[in-house]
């Protein structure tokens, strides 16, 4: 008699099959000990069975669940009775052994017959390659949850405020379906600086006190990681946010077996991704569980910020940019909410914030008229008083922490005044706030006094908060031969770089590097108005910059607003142009860096800078645009720049591990070349210097005046130029690059070269055979 003693451990799952796995067997505890050899692990694919059908070869990976408590050893006799092992735990969604497929071939019960097998279920089971945060951590904008490390200081609700308008908002999430006309998104509007994302903040963090959020994603434009003014990781953002609550582990598991399915669905658009990562999870759990279930689920979406949604970058099939606008993804994404809310399967209200921007509203006139609530922060919810509120709060904080001794500091009729000036925004009296803790509390209450009021006339709804702007940045420790410095750093720091969801914004430690003439200006220089800029310190190598509030730099950005304090899009390339060409002249910041590995970090930043950016197509004439803002000082220090230092970091050298071992102050240029990473930097000076310096202009003067039958090679070129080419095909040769084509090329033909046409020019080493420049690496 053969002894078939019981196996302790449950069938563990194979590959994925063709149907949906059950889920309530989907996952169970494996011990990867159990795992056995196809040889040792038979199949049913060779049974004969009484009342139970062999299976094909099709279903090889099948969970056999059963539903006995114990097993008994197994009788050899014509009519065997096999009872099942017991049902596995419920799945984690954690790491998986990888499972050692069944032989198709293979039996589990060699040459047996006439048996039967009862009380027995067969699933196919699901074993994902990686877990679900490995699959969504990449396409997460982690900093956009409302709870995130990245809001720690965000705004927030002072509990006696904006009591009204929260409670409507909390009405409508917890007892909206109750409504005469149920809508299932509400849509809160305001000016800015009225407080929208506090209380969207405030909102969300009460909801997930009392369990009822699902999910959140606070955009921004002008602060934190890149990804959070993009379109792009909004439904992976949510989906993940949902997967974590504990009531919705059904959805979890449904949406890791539609990741594991579909892991190309991050690079489809928004309608796509929500479809497989949101309603499909949902409807399947709709099939698998009775409405019963359901109880403790939570009840609202919230994003906050849509109107700073910034484009992302959209290119064709053949890598061409398709030309799409900020209000176009806006308005993707509203589309996509007004799907996902209309569907009978999702099971939550979606609540947004932003400000009444006109493509938005539009589309709450008309896409979404029968689908949302809305409201508008006015005067219907009692801004003042809320607003008085919060300054009794605050100054009664101020006064513990300066030791002022008077308890009615600063008195009744000064926050009247304070009221008045607010107008119902509440960016005001916080911006004030801030200013009086940034010095001598009572001096700096004094001087916000002392502004002007502005007339009941004025057209301008801004007019307190503008002029409390002018005061604060026009303290700022500007240079007197620069007295829009400041203003010009702020615009830098705000636009001067190239982000995306791939491409975080520079930390403060570069803007510091970059900026800084002298060690220790851009401290003592921002020190004056910490109160709408938050600078980290100087040790601080990882912090962002924060501007506390968007409406500053749309401040900055009218010059009907910001008057003698504003600076053109002109202005601001040429400063930064002349930065840029003050970089290249010391091979790095102003200021020396303590090491090479310093430098290499800085650099990778600084390539990042707009102006050095090559163009969006072949034919753009946009690129390392800041040629084209240099004024003849900059144009002459050029000239003297090392070009052979620049030409090896740019071809060879930058961000490779040797970088380490190279002279402080400077990459060296003789190292011996390993990678190439950023060759653009020079190829796109070599194709655009010779225009953008006025060189073609120039040889018309020539040719007229020195040369008058006709100019000598050349000489009609700024010396900046003629360096600059010859050095980099020199340099370039040295490293084993081929760029003797480019040689034939007169300099004012190179620019009417599309780029890809160029750039073919510059060969790589490893990469041509070519006769002319194979002796060079010999």
């Known amino acids: 008699m053969v002894d078939r003693t019981e196996n302790k451990n449950p069938i563990e799952p194979q590959g994925p099959g063709r149907h949906e796995p059950s889920l309530s067997l989907i996952h169970p505890p494996i011990d990867s000990s159990s795992y056995r050899s196809p040889s040792q692990r038979p199949s049913f694919g060779a049974a004969a069975t009484s009342g139970v059908h062999s299976q094909s070869s099709d279903t090889s990976a099948a969970d056999i669940v059963q539903n006995t408590s114990s097993q008994q050893p197994v009788r050899e006799s014509s009519a065997t009775t096999v009872q099942s092992p017991p049902t596995p735990h419920e799945d984690t969604l954690g790491p998986y052994p990888s499972p050692t497929p069944v032989s198709p071939s293979t039996s589990y019960f060699s040459s047996a017959r006439d048996f039967t097998v009862s009380n027995m279920n067969i699933h196919n089971s ?65 000016p800015a600086g009225s407080g929208k994302t506090a209380i969207a903040g405030s909102v969300a963090e009460t909801c997930k006190e009392g369990g009822l959020l699902a999910a959140s994603f606070f955009f921004s434009s002008f602060s934190g990681s890149a990804e959070r003014s993009s379109k792009r990781g909004l439904i992976a953002t949510l989906a993940y946010h949902m997967s974590q609550i504990d009531t919705l582990h059904h959805f979890k598991a449904h949406l890791h077996v539609a990741v594991d399915r579909h892991p190309d669905i991050f690079r489809k658009n928004l309608k796509e991704q929500a479809r497989c990562l949101i309603l499909g999870p949902f409807r399947k759990v709709h099939d698998d569980q009775p409405q019963e279930s359901r109880i403790g689920w939570p009840k609202v979406v919230i994003i906050d910020g849509l109107d700073e949604v910034i484009v992302a970058p959209h290119h064709d099939s053949t890598g061409q940019r398709i030309q799409r606008t900020s209000e176009d993804d806006q308005v993707e994404i509203l589309n996509v909410l007004v799907t996902i809310s209309r569907d009978p399967f999702f ?131 500007n240079p007197d031969d620069d007295p829009l410095l400041v203003v010009k750093w702020i615009v830098c720091i705000t636009s001067a770089a190239f982000t995306s969801s791939t491409q975080k914004p520079p930390h403060a430690a570069f803007w510091r590097q970059f900026l800084e003439k002298v060690e220790g200006e851009f401290s003592y220089r921002l020190g004056p108005i910490t109160s709408l800029v938050s600078v980290p310190r100087p040790n601080d190598i990882s912090s962002p910059i924060t501007i506390y509030h968007k409406s500053l730099t749309d401040f900055l950005s009218s010059p009907t607003r910001c008057r003698d304090l504003y600076v053109d899009k002109g202005g601001h390339n040429c400063f930064v142009a002349d930065r840029i060409v003050s970089v290249l002249k010391y091979k790095g910041p102003a200021v020396p860096l303590a090491s090479p590995a310093d430098l290499v970090t800085f650099l990778q930043s600084f390539i990042w800078l707009q102006l050095l950016l090559l163009g969006l197509s072949d034919s753009s004439h946009d690129s390392l645009r800041f040629l084209a803002f240099l004024g003849e000082g900059s144009k002459a220090e050029l000239a003297s720049c090392d070009v052979a230092w620049w030409t090896a970091t740019s071809l060879s050298a930058l961000w490779t591990d040797s970088l380490h071992d190279a002279p402080i102050g400077g990459i060296s240029s003789d190292k011996e070349p390993r990678t190439s990473f950023c060759p653009r930097l020079v190829e796109g000076i070599y194709w655009r210097i010779h225009e953008t310096m006025g060189c073609d202009s120039n040889a018309l003067k020539l040719s007229l005046t020195e040369h008058p039958t006709g100019p000598s090679p050349g000489s009609q070129c700024h010396q900046g130029c003629m360096k600059w080419r010859t050095g980099i095909r020199a340099k370039a040769k040295e490293l084993g690059w081929c760029v003797h084509e480019l040689e034939e090329v007169q300099p004012h033909e190179v620019h009417n070269l599309e780029w890809r046409t160029f750039a073919r020019g510059f060969k790589a080493p490893g990469s041509h055979n070519c006769s002319i420049c194979v002796p060079l690496l010999d």
């Open 126 to 190: 699901f074993a994902p390659s990686q877990t679900l945060f490995q699959y969504l951590s990449p396409h997460i904008a982690h900093g956009a949850a409302h709870d995130s490390d990245e809001r720690w200081n965000a705004p927030a609700c002072h509990e006696e405020t904006r009591v009204a308008i929260r409670e409507d908002i909390l009405s409508w999430i917890k007892h909206g379906e109750g409504d005469e006309d149920p809508k299932r998104m509400m849509w809160l509007s305001g």
């Open 347 to 477: 099971p939550f209200r979606i609540f947004v914030a932003s400000r009444p921007e006109s493509n938005i509203t539009k589309f709450f006139d008309t896409d979404a008229q029968d689908t949302a609530v809305r409201l508008f922060l006015d005067s219907k919810y009692n801004p003042d008083a809320d607003v008085e509120r919060f300054l009794v709060s605050k100054f009664a904080h101020i006064r513990r922490h300066a030791g002022i001794s008077s308890a009615s500091w600063p008195g009744q009729p000064t926050l009247d005044r304070l009221v008045e000036m607010s107008s119902g925004q509440f960016i005001v009296p916080t911006t004030i706030i801030r200013w009086v803790e940034a010095g001598v509390p009572q001096l700096q209450l004094a001087e916000v006094m002392q502004l002007e009021q502005p007339k009941s006339e004025t057209k301008n709804p801004f007019a307190t908060l503008d002029a409390l702007y002018l005061h604060i940045l026009q303290r700022a420790h």
